[in-house]
């Protein structure tokens, strides 16, 4: 009768209710389904609200399960010795890439797994649940690195450089950010001159991940003899002459992150080694967009490892002869978190499959990466202030976590950046400078 307009008179619509207008309620006020064979319906999970785990590949995962394992066994012990010396383990981009955890994006072609995003976003989230380094370390590698060589290098630059990237014997950095230059990079001073068989580069760098121990940096320069002055992309070997990476020591968030400055002196770089695909804020900007993919899935492993957290401690920890996790108020907290991180993951796994397919706009990154990142600072402040006095030690971990997401709510587009991103694709209107 739906179907075809008629009305239900009372009766019928009482009929069709059970003899009620309302339909019957379970005790936590969803309908009952016990009358309706083959329709019960499965427990709630507090770590996966939406099953959406359910919806993952038998590929996808292993991808999962394996990086889960390693980050878990292998590095969560690493972590409270490296933050506490502000240090990094040489050792660990190898293990990656022993797994194909390392740059899991690169095809096979170039020596890598040829992973999906949403196998990459995995890797992220299983990589940052344990400490924000260790993804940054992997995206810095995959998103700013690898996938700037498969764009825009040569084919005997990306044969040069790919598989040695891959198989962790050799780290790449990624040279934009400058001292004066931050969430403007088009006012970027390094520069870069023609001269007989490639360029002089000339230039400083600022907040380069793993430019201690990079084996090559992509530099981003603009090219001062060319009449627009287009930002270009370029090569840069360690090795290279007049390069030279000073280590940024003193950090309070991402400590066994290695972070660095750059110094370029009238460094050659090859025709060869010049990124020819890469004009203009197009050429970083295609790189960042990865980053922030790898930040957006990174977040939800986070605010889960918070959320997991603050419920063991309040379940254990009694106050007033009862424990915690009886308060109306700590209740409130867990459920505004589930609530938030069942959030996070909805829009982590539908940014991947969009990614997949070839449909990601860059507003619904920035949708995302300010979403995730700023609940994630939220939920672990909330997950410290529940752990009460102990949530300040290493033993909990916490406040680690929201130190760490300090940094991340900034990375590749702070909160008001991303604001105006998604403002401009929402009106057309460019609201950034004067």
């Not at 009358?35 to 995962?61: Q, T, V």
């Not at 990656?96 to 999906?116: D, H, K, R």
């Not at 280590?247 to 066994?256: A, E, F, H, M």
Request: hydrophobic letters at 40%; aromatic letters at 6%.
């Amino acid at each position: 009768r739906l179907l075809t307009g008629q009305a239900l008179r009372p009766s019928q619509r009482r009929a069709a209710c059970g003899g009620s207008l309302r339909p019957r309620l379970g005790y936590d006020g969803a309908p009952d389904d016990e009358d309706r064979p083959g329709m019960a319906l499965p427990p709630f999970d507090p770590d996966d609200p939406f099953l959406l785990e359910s919806l993952l590949s038998e590929d996808e995962r292993l991808v999962m399960a394996t990086a889960r394992a390693y980050a878990q066994e292998k590095l969560e012990p690493r972590v409270i010795p490296a933050h506490r010396d502000e240090s990094f383990d040489t050792a660990v981009p190898q293990e990656m890439a022993a797994l194909g955890l390392l740059a899991p994006l690169v095809p096979p072609e170039y020596g890598g797994p040829g992973a999906s995003y949403m196998m990459y976003g995995l890797i992220c989230r299983e990589f940052e649940r344990v400490d924000t380094s260790f993804r940054s370390l992997m995206s810095v590698q995959t998103s700013l690195i690898c996938a700037t060589f498969l764009r825009f290098a040569s084919e005997d630059v990306k044969r040069h450089f790919l598989p040695k990237l891959v198989a962790g014997d050799m780290l790449g950095c990624f040279g934009l950010t400058e001292p004066d230059s931050g969430s403007d990079p088009g006012s970027m001073r390094s520069t870069a001159k023609r001269v007989a068989g490639g360029w002089l580069l000339n230039g400083a760098k600022m907040w380069i991940s793993t430019a201690p121990l990079a084996g090559v940096a992509i530099v981003w320069a603009k090219a001062v003899d060319e009449p627009e002055q287009p930002i270009r992309g370029f090569v840069v070997p360690r090795e290279s002459k007049g390069f030279a990476v000073t280590p940024i020591k003193g950090k309070l968030s991402v400590r066994s992150s290695p972070t660095g400055a750059l110094s370029l002196q009238d460094v050659f770089v090859p025709e060869s080694h010049g990124l020819a695909g890469a004009r203009g804020l197009s050429g970083p900007f295609h790189a960042l967009n990865g980053a922030r993919f790898a930040i957006c899935w990174g977040t939800v492993g986070v605010a889960e490892d918070c959320y997991r957290r603050a419920r063991t401690y309040v379940a254990e920890r009694k106050q007033f002869g009862r424990p915690l996790a009886a308060t109306q108020l700590v209740q409130k907290k867990l459920a505004d978190m589930a609530t938030d991180i069942g959030a996070m993951q909805l829009m982590a796994h539908r940014l991947a499959r969009l990614q997949d397919q070839g449909r990601l706009p860059p507003a619904t990154s920035s949708i995302v990466k300010r979403h995730n990142a700023g609940k994630a600072l939220e939920i672990a402040r909330v997950a410290r202030d529940m752990h009460g006095g102990n949530g300040i030690t290493e033993d909990y971990r916490v406040l680690q976590h929201a130190i760490n997401m300090e940094t991340v709510n900034t990375l590749e587009g702070t909160h008001d950046v991303h604001a105006l991103v998604i403002g401009r694709a929402i009106t057309g209107h460019q609201a950034f400078g004067a």
